[in-house]
T-cell receptor, first 110, second 115 residues
Framework: DAKTTQPPSMDCAEGRAANLPCNHSTISGNEYVYWYRQIHSQGPQYIIHGLKNNETNEMASLIITEDRKSSTLILPHATLRDTAVYYCIVRSDSNYQLIWGAGTKLIIKP | NAGVTQTPKFRILKIGQSMTLQCTQDMNHNYMYWYRQDPGMGLKLIYYSVGAGITDKGEVPNGYNVSRSTTEDFPLRLELAAPSQTSVYFC??????????????FGPGTRLTVL
């Protein structure tokens, strides 16, 4: 599975959009991009995933570049409860395993 | 639905002791996973299972064993505990789902200290 690169930490003001970048320059054609988050040492929580097209759900939006070498997770109106570590993961269609990096620690400030 | 449950929540072991971490899911998921997470790090896959009777090694299987006799249960066995096994252990389960997402649902974790 391709590896991902994320900034170790980011800040965002409450109520603003939080944009979390992820680089996956070695991604293959059958590999999906997943985002999970982990709040204060709880079990991780699935946020969203995508292959080629941009995706949106009730939690976030996922923007994948046309060459698929990078993506951005967008939390449109960040709240204090969104403070967490966010993991960007690439998963092969033929492999159920997720390979986790260190993630981005997002701190939402009042 | 309770989702994924893990017991115990906390445990302290002495070097050389053994224990079993329990994991149960009530979502009828075929796929189950065991991860460990060391401080400040991402999760590392220990073992996984794609169905009852089928298990396979992940990234860091040494020192652990698993079994999967039912769809619901996926216990993790530590034999001869070592300080290097001090970690937080997460169990997860997944299925294809309506969108083929294989979204993994996680339990609350077991915090294990080996002294």
């Amino acid at each position: 599975d391709a590896k991902t690169t994320q900034p170790p930490s980011m800040d965002c003001a409450e109520g603003r959009a939080a944009n979390l970048p992820c680089n996956h320059s070695t991604i293959s054609g059958n590999e999906y991009v997943y985002w999970y988050r982990q709040i204060h040492s709880q079990g991780p929580q699935y946020i969203i995933h995508g292959l080629k097209n941009n995706e949106t759900n009730e939690m976030a939006s996922l923007i994948i570049t046309e060459d698929r070498k990078s993506s951005t997770l967008i939390l449109p109106h960040a709240t204090l409860r969104d403070t967490a570590v966010y993991y960007c993961i690439v998963r092969s269609d033929s492999n159920y395993q997720l390979i986790w990096g260190a993630g981005t620690k997002l701190i939402i400030k009042p | 639905n309770a989702g994924v449950t893990q017991t115990p929540k906390f445990r302290i072991l002495k070097i050389g002791q053994s224990m079993t971490l329990q994991c149960t899911q009530d979502m009828n998921h075929n796929y189950m996973y065991w991860y460990r997470q060391d401080p400040g790090m991402g999760l590392k896959l220990i073992y996984y299972s794609v169905g009852a009777g089928i298990t396979d090694k992940g990234e860091v299987p040494n020192g652990y064993n698993v079994s999967r006799s039912t769809t619901e249960d996926f216990p993790l066995r530590l034999e001869l505990a070592a300080p290097s096994q001090t970690s937080v252990y997460f169990c997860a389960s997944s299925s294809p789902g309506t969108s083929g997402s294989y979204e993994q649902f996680f339990g609350p974790g077991t915090r294990l200290t080996v002294l």
